[in-house]
């Protein structure tokens, strides 16, 4: 049972762009969602988060934006650069649990 | 800067031999879990330490035993190796408290023949 869902295996967009990354969940004691991006080869870095008490949270060219009514969130990189291209993974978790709970994974690649 | 060290960034292995797979932070963090990430299947939970010799089952703890003697230092131990264990193995750690950021090392990745 797959409580935290990527349905998009991969993403192309153009450099300059905007890319929107989207991310379901179905438990709704969900209360903290991240975003995390993995290079091949290396480990994911925390990217950015959203408590649910917010509906967006922005960090420089990165949004997350949280609609709780639709248990869904999604991260969009605006503009989009070659660099951003990575497999990004969206990450829930709910008020007491230690432990995170991941989608599958969005690969992106960014053309130039 | 957090950092966490994995042991080995490439490890073959043989069926049927144990595997150690060492894992070490440096920011004094409670919690500390190994996962594995395969192709279309995302990262998957296989154990959880919250303190030293504490230890909780992820969702795919079969075949696998962790060691958590010291508070900085979590092990990943595969008793006996087997083919369909080959795979990048992912540790990471974090503070206590519900909803910290992870910060996971590079990764191991083992090939088991």
């Known amino acids: 049972d797959q409580q935290v869902k990527q349905n998009s295996p991969s993403l192309s967009v153009q450099e300059g762009r905007i890319s929107i990354l989207n991310c379901d969940y179905t438990?709704?004691?969900?209360?903290?969602f991240l975003w995390y991006k993995k290079y091949p080869a290396e480990g994911p870095t925390f990217l950015i988060s959203i408590s649910s008490i917010k509906d967006k949270n922005e960090d420089g060219r990165f949004t997350v934006f949280l609609n709780k009514s639709a248990k869904h969130l999604s991260l969009h990189i605006v503009p989009s650069q070659p660099g951003d291209s990575a497999v990004y993974f969206c990450?829930?978790?709910?008020?007491?649990?230690?432990?995170?709970?991941f989608g599958k994974g969005t690969k992106l690649t960014v053309n130039p | 800067d957090v950092k966490v060290t994995q042991s080995s960034r490439y490890l073959v292995k043989r069926t049927g031999e144990k595997v150690f797979l060492e894992c070490v932070q440096d920011m004094d963090h409670e919690n500390m879990f190994w996962y594995r990430q395969d192709p279309g299947l995302g990262l998957r939970l296989i154990y959880f330490s919250y303190d030293v010799k504490m230890k909780e089952k992820g969702d795919i703890p079969e075949g696998y035993s962790v060691s958590r003697e010291k508070k900085e230092r979590f092990s990943l131990i595969l008793e006996s190796a087997s083919t369909n264990q080959t795979s990048m193995y992912l540790c990471a750690s974090s503070e206590r408290s519900s909803g910290n950021i992870q910060y996971f090392g590079a990764g191991t990745r083992l090939s088991v023949l």
């Open positions: 438990n709704s004691m969900f209360d903290y």
């Open positions: 990450a829930s978790t709910q008020g007491g649990s230690e432990k995170l709970v």
